[in-house]
């Protein structure tokens, strides 16, 4: 099994985002770690090896679970609970911003910014350590803050915090 990856020495989550962490952890070892290896030695029961996909495809689900326990692992071990901001004047990490584009209309859009491994774009959730995160960080209200994107700079107007 490779080595785990090794995270700085803090990590921030959210509680919510510990308690998620923990959750999927207790899931993996619990559930999804038994089942696997119940699923390689039904498929090595069947015999030759050399051939045998089942098998194959057992052991790289196994060694996948048993990397994501330690990468999991690794992150609790090193979290550090940060206490999510009750300002609504200032954001950070916690905060939920509706923004919008400079320039490019009056669609707002909503990031709930969180800790890095608690991040999920496609679920509103930035994280503090990405650039728009980091762009975000400790403004107010009506601020403007640039962000340096792969389509070029982009400015994002703060049109309110919760």
């Given amino acids: 099994m490779p080595a785990a990856k090794q995270y700085k020495s803090k990590v921030q989550l959210t509680a919510a985002g510990f308690a ?10 619990d ?10 030695a039904e498929a090595r029961a069947h015999g030759d090896l050399s051939e045998n996909a ?9 060694q ?29 990490i916690g905060s939920t911003v509706k ?3 400079k320039g490019k209309g009056q669609k ?11 991040a999920d774009p496609t679920d509103g959730k ?5 650039p728009l995160g980091r762009a975000l960080l400790n403004k107010k209200e009506g601020d ?12 994002y107007l703060i049109k309110d915090i919760e």
């Fill in 144 to 155: 403007e803050v640039k962000v340096k994107a792969p389509a070029g700079e982009i400015i």
């Fill in 126 to 130: 930035i994280s503090a350590d990405s």
């Fill in 20 to 29: 998620d962490l923990q959750a999927e952890l207790t899931e993996l070892k």
């Fill in 64 to 92: 996948f679970v048993e990397s994501r326990i330690s990468e999991i692992e690794d992150i609790l071990n090193t979290a550090q609970i940060v206490k999510a901001t009750s300002s609504h004047t200032s954001i950070g």
């Fill in 54 to 62: 089942e098998y194959s495809n057992a052991k790289e689900e196994q």
């Fill in 99 to 101: 923004v919008i584009i």
């Fill in 108 to 118: 707002a859009f909503t990031y709930h910014v969180v800790g890095e491994f608690e």
């Fill in 31 to 40: 559930i999804k770690l038994p089942q696997v290896i119940n699923r390689v």
